[in-house]
C-alpha cells in the first residue's frame, strides 16, 4: 500500500508564527504536492516538486515556501502565519511515468488564532 | 480561467438506485480525467482514470463516461449502498505523471439513504 504521511493532524498556531508541515512517502515517486483545501472553494495547489531540490508554484504560492532535500519527504513552511491561512492541508505524491493518479495524505488541520 | 463545475449541492440517492454525478469544465482540454472519493476528515482517495481517447471506464459498481465534445464526464454507482456515501471530486490534468498537478473540482457530496 502506498502510504503518504503528514507530520501532524491538527496543529493550532498563533499569527505570526514559522509553520512546519511535513510530508514523508515510502514509495519512491517523483513527484510531489501540497493543496489546501477550504469550505467553497475545493482543493488548490500551492506548491510542487518533480524532484529533488526542484520546486514549482502552484496556484497559490503566496505566503508559503517549501523544500525538498531528501526525494522521500516535501516540507511546506508559513514564515509568518495568518489567519487566512488557517486549513486543511493536504501532501500528495504521483509517479512521473503514470498517467497522474495521485495518493493523498490524511490532512493536517491548520487553525491559526 | 479553467474552471471546473461539479453539482454544489447534496445528491440524496435511494439505497439500491444509480447515483450519477456530473463534471463540466470549461476552456481547458484535458488529457486524463480522475475521479476520487473524500471522507470527512480525510484525504481523496483515487478511484478512476479516463483518457482523451476513451469514452468510457469501469470498475466494479463503478463508471465513467468522458464526452470531450460535451466537455463533460459523468461518475455513476450501480447498485448504490449507504458506505458509498462521500463526497466525489472531479480532477482534470494535461500530463502524465500529475507533473504540473492535477485541477480539481469542488466536490458534489452524495448521500445514499438506506
Known amino acids: 500500500d502506498v502510504k503518504v504521511t503528514q507530520s501532524s493532524r491538527y496543529l493550532v498556531k498563533r499569527t505570526g508564527e514559522k509553520v512546519f508541515l511535513e510530508c514523508v512517502q515510502d514509495?519512491?515517486?517523483?513527484?510531489m504536492f501540497w493543496y489546501r483545501q477550504d469550505p467553497g472553494l475545493g482543493l488548490r495547489l500551492i506548491y510542487f516538486s518533480y524532484d529533488v531540490k526542484m520546486k514549482e508554484k502552484g496556484d497559490i504560492p503566496e505566503g508559503y515556501s517549501v523544500s525538498r532535500e531528501k526525494k522521500e519527504r516535501f516540507s511546506l513552511i508559513l514564515e509568518s502565519a495568518s489567519t487566512n491561512q488557517t486549513s486543511m492541508y493536504l501532501c500528495?505524491?504521483?509517479?512521473?511515468?503514470?498517467?497522474?493518479?495521485?495518493?493523498f495524505g490524511e490532512g493536517s488541520r491548520l487553525t491559526v488564532l | 480561467s479553467q474552471k471546473i463545475e461539479q453539482n454544489s449541492e447534496a445528491l440524496n440517492i435511494q439505497e439500491g438506485k444509480t447515483a450519477t454525478l456530473t463534471c463540466n469544465y470549461t476552456n481547458y482540454s484535458p488529457a486524463y480525467l480522475q475521479w476520487y472519493r473524500q471522507d470527512p476528515g480525510r484525504g481523496p482517495v483515487f478511484l478512476l482514470l479516463?483518457?482523451?481517447?476513451?469514452k468510457e471506464k469501469r470498475k466494479e459498481r463503478l463508471k465513467v463516461t468522458f464526452d470531450t465534445t460535451l466537455k463533460q464526464s459523468l461518475f455513476h454507482i450501480t447498485a448504490s449502498q449507504p458506505a458509498d456515501s462521500a463526497t466525489y471530486l472531479c480532477?482534470?490534468?494535461?500530463?502524465?505523471?500529475?507533473?504540473?498537478?492535477?485541477?480539481f473540482g469542488k466536490g458534489t457530496h452524495l448521500i445514499i439513504q438506506p
Open positions: 514509495m519512491d515517486h517523483e513527484n
Open positions: 480532477a482534470l490534468s494535461n500530463s502524465g505523471g500529475g507533473a504540473d498537478g492535477l485541477t
Open positions: 500528495a505524491i504521483g509517479r512521473a511515468e503514470n498517467t497522474g493518479e495521485l495518493f
Open positions: 479516463i483518457r482523451e481517447n476513451e
